[in-house]
Nanobody, 117 residues
């Protein structure tokens, strides 16, 4: 059974930085992508960043140039470095693992990020 364990998050002032991590365990296969999505109160869950096992990255428009996603392939762990955080980055960040050629789609429980002075 595939499981995702998220870490990081918390309270940070505007302009600050945070790092999120997500570790996957179980049989996740090789053709997959891992990444992060964000959901603010009363809004839909939106893409923050994803990275495939092959290294292809995708970023949401709101975070381009400020966030960086990286992946430790052998450890099936993905990191999200968030710099120059803004109040609008506040929300619950969910890790996602999905297959590129199968129906696998797994979500983490989420970690709260609050950007406030």
């Amino acid at each position: 059974q595939v499981e995702l364990v998220e870490s990081g998050g918390g309270l940070v002032q505007p302009g600050g930085s945070l790092r999120l991590s997500c570790a996957a365990s179980g049989n996740i296969g090789s053709m997959n992508a891992m990444g992060w999505y964000r959901q603010a109160p009363g809004t839909e869950r939106v893409l923050v960043a994803t990275r495939t096992a092959g290294g292809t990255t995708t970023y949401g428009d709101a975070v381009k140039g400020r966030f960086t996603i990286s992946r430790e392939k052998d450890k099936n762990t993905v990191h999200l470095q968030m710099d120059n955080l803004k109040p609008e980055d506040t929300g619950v960040y969910y890790c996602r693992l999905y297959g590129l050629r199968n129906g696998m789609n797994k979500w983490g429980k989420g970690t709260l990020v609050t950007v406030s002075s």
